[in-house]
């Protein structure tokens, strides 16, 4: 189905020296369109290289990636960041915003690739998100005049403002106190209702779990469960 | 990247004016912009013969007055003599001059260190060099003998009054140089009325370039060779300072190669802003790769942002050196004020100046543009490699840069 990702036999290996440390070793997984996916495990587990290979920010050593039926492992540099262009989302757990641009021209900047969209659409959709994401009269703020919540909200606006397909969150709420982050997953929650965008991050805060349709459990870099939430 | 920019064309307009101000100060001071000679003084005139004069002045007369831009003409006679004063004596060239016409063509009156020029009326009277007097103990109002062969080739002595000591910034003048007038000259040399060479003073404007400058006397020198007879030789400045002018070039491309050298360094300071602003960046641009951007695109921005600095840079560079051009040619860099006597304590010649008083730059539009595009060419290149650098790095590890 359109939308959908499919990881076969996925293996990261990196060297340190002589010694072979694997990161992901056989991972095989799908994950359909508008699913709200929680990646769970302890440090070192594989989640964020998991993440950064289903983004296309890593290549596996071993396995393929398909999305959209396509195989991403033939895909030439050029046509992975234009894969992540049209498709991904990521949200960062350090949020990395561009200090230098205001929070309108940080919502504003997967915008200036996009040359189908008109720039009143381009407006709209910009104020919309700044109004479904509470920053209304932030916009001319920057990152360093905003809390961390806040910081993290810029930055869900920023990964959603050209409906992509997926957004990938790599502990988003790793850097905020309980209550920002509990704000922060149920706005998550919510653009993936009311968008249908898929939504895949890790975590390994127990508190999230209650939000996830499926909890995918690593250890050492393999899939220990893979539950589907009622 | 201004101030390499300011540097480079200021030190380039004060190289060119100081090579201006030579060449004036020794046409000035030595040859004139246009010297005739007979043909067979030509032939031999290293050795300054009295009897091989110019045959008809009139006819040069004739000629300059249908030319214009002559300002004026004068004729002098050179010649070897011996200077007796005391008991010492020193064997030298002396110069005849004709002091009511000299003035208007050279500028040795206004090199007057002590005393009176010269008059045409006034017999056995002589103007001696600084050094020369220096060396020989002359003072003004002393009596000093000149020797020397007749035009018939009789030695003959005469003693003369010193009205005046020059001092000018030749050391050739200053050294090895006596002048006297026609009037005297007669009666030491026999000379008849002859003279063996005529100067010709072609005004040089405030703002003309040497090489504008040359290519209007040529013209002008042209027109003499080609309305004389072949008993004269007609040389233009630039033919009489060939060697100088050769060092000239030669010494121009040295102090292009050091103004250079402050570009270069200023092309350093950019590099260096280049690779922190990419460094200071890799995270961003791990952000930016991360939502799409591709790595040529990432490398564009910076070699625009480069292309941007290039030309903001040259602009105010070039700002900065036409108010420092300005300022250097219209004001001029008076060296008296700055390193003048009452503060150095050192004369003009003990500091080793070539050229003395006021130094005024020339306009070169060459060394501006060569300056532009040097400026955003350096700019830009600067820009590749670290984008270049930036763009072949993996998200991951951008985004892992601290």
């Known amino acids: 189905m359109k939308g959908d990702i499919i990881l076969?036999?996925?293996?990261?290996?990196?060297?340190?020296?002589?010694?072979?440390?694997?990161?992901?070793?056989?991972?095989?997984?799908?994950?359909?369109k508008g699913e709200f996916v929680v990646i769970m495990g302890p440090s070192?587990?594989?989640?964020?290289?998991?993440?950064?290979?289903?983004?296309?920010?890593?290549?596996?050593?071993e396995g393929e990636?398909?999305?959209?039926?396509?195989?991403?492992?033939?895909?030439?540099?050029?046509?992975?960041?234009?894969?992540?262009?049209?498709?991904?989302?990521?949200?960062?757990?350090?949020?990395?915003?561009?200090?230098?641009?205001?929070?309108?021209?940080?919502?504003?900047?997967?915008?200036?690739?996009?040359k189908n969209f008109s720039s009143q659409?381009?407006?709209?959709?910009?104020?919309?998100?700044?109004?479904?994401?509470?920053?209304?009269?932030?916009?001319?703020?920057?990152?360093?005049?905003?809390?961390?919540?806040?910081?993290?909200?810029?930055a869900i606006a920023r990964a959603l403002v050209k409906k992509p397909i997926v957004v990938l969150a790599d502990e988003p709420t790793a850097n905020l106190d309980s209550q920002t982050a509990l704000e922060v997953i149920k706005i998550m929650k919510e653009m993936n209702e009311i968008e249908k965008t898929t939504f895949i991050f890790s975590t390994h805060d127990p508190k999230i779990e209650k939000f996830a349709k499926r909890i995918i459990t690593l250890k050492d870099g393999m899939i220990e469960s893979d539950i589907m939430v009622s | 990247m201004a101030v390499g920019f300011m540097s480079f064309v200021f030190f380039d307009s004060l190289f060119l004016g100081i090579d201006k101000m030579l060449v004036e100060q020794l046409m000035k001071l030595q040859d004139s912009s246009i010297v005739i000679y007979s043909k067979e003084y030509d032939e031999d005139k290293k050795s300054y013969p009295l009897d091989r004069p110019i045959k008809d002045i009139n006819e040069i007369l004739k000629i300059s007055s249908s030319i214009k831009n002559i300002e004026a003409l004068t004729p002098r006679t050179q010649f070897l003599c011996e200077v007796i004063y005391l008991g010492k004596?020193?064997?030298?060239?002396?110069?005849?001059?004709?002091?009511?016409?000299?003035?208007?063509?050279?500028?040795?009156?206004?090199?007057?260190?002590?005393?009176k020029f010269l008059d045409d009326t006034s017999a056995l009277e002589i103007l001696v060099g600084s050094a020369l007097a220096e060396e020989l103990n002359i003072k003004v109002k002393d009596t000093i003998t000149l020797s020397a062969y007749t035009k018939y080739k009789m030695l003959n002595a005469l003693d003369f009054v010193v009205c005046g000591i020059l001092e000018t910034s030749v050391p050739l003048i200053n050294e090895s140089t006596v002048v006297i007038n026609f009037k005297s000259a007669e009666k030491l040399l026999d000379l008849e009325g002859d003279v063996n060479s005529i100067h010709i003073k072609v005004p040089w404007n405030k703002r003309e370039s040497i090489s504008g400058y040359f290519n209007k006397v040529s013209k002008i020198a042209k027109q003499f060779k080609e309305g004389l007879s072949d008993d004269y030789k007609v040389y233009t400045f630039k033919d009489l300072y060939q060697e100088f002018m050769l060092l000239m070039k030669q010494k121009r491309i040295s102090s292009f190669i050091i103004v250079f050298f402050i570009l270069l360094i200023s092309a350093v300071?950019?590099?260096?802003?280049?690779?922190?602003?990419?460094?200071?960046?890799?995270?961003?641009?791990?952000?930016m790769m991360a939502m799409g951007f591709k790595p040529k695109q990432v490398r564009n921005l910076f070699l625009l942002e480069g292309l941007i600095i290039g030309l903001f840079g040259s602009a105010l560079g070039a700002f900065l050196g036409l108010l420092s051009n300005l300022w250097l040619i219209y004001k001029g860099w008076n060296l008296e004020i700055m390193y003048g006597e009452k503060i150095t304590g050192l004369k003009a010649s003990q500091l080793g100046m070539p050229v003395w008083g006021v130094i005024y730059g020339e306009w070169n539009i060459y060394a501006f543009v060569f300056c532009f595009c040097f400026c955003i060419l350096i700019a830009v290149i600067s820009a590749y490699f670290p984008s270049r650098f930036a763009s072949k790095l993996t998200v991951t590890d951008c985004l892992k840069f601290i």
């Not at chain 1, 990261?12 to 359909?32: C, D, P, T």
């Not at chain 1, 070192?44 to 050593?61: A, H, Q, V």
């Not at chain 1, 360093?144 to 993290?152: K, P, T």
């Open chain 1, 8 to 32: 076969k036999n996925i293996s990261k290996v990196y060297h340190k020296g002589k010694i072979k440390i694997f990161a992901l070793k056989n991972i095989n997984l799908e994950i359909k």
């Open chain 2, 269 to 287: 300071g950019i590099v260096n802003t280049m690779l922190m602003a990419v460094y200071e960046r890799v995270k961003e641009i791990g952000i």
């Open chain 1, 65 to 114: 990636v398909i999305f959209n039926g396509k195989v991403l492992k033939s895909f030439s540099e050029d046509q992975l960041a234009e894969y992540r262009r049209q498709n991904i989302g990521f949200i960062f757990q350090s949020f990395n915003l561009i200090p230098v641009l205001t929070v309108k021209e940080n919502i504003e900047l997967p915008l200036i690739l996009e």
């Open chain 1, 121 to 154: 659409y381009k407006e709209e959709r910009i104020k919309e998100l700044i109004e479904k994401l509470g920053l209304s009269g932030m916009e001319n703020r920057f990152p360093s005049e905003l809390s961390g919540g806040q910081e993290q909200r810029v």
């Open chain 2, 89 to 115: 004596s020193k064997h030298i060239i002396a110069t005849v001059i004709e002091p009511k016409t000299d003035v208007q063509v050279f500028d040795l009156h206004k090199n007057l260190k002590e005393g």
């Open chain 1, 44 to 61: 070192g587990s594989g989640k964020t290289t998991l993440l950064n290979i289903i983004g296309c920010l890593d290549i596996p050593t």
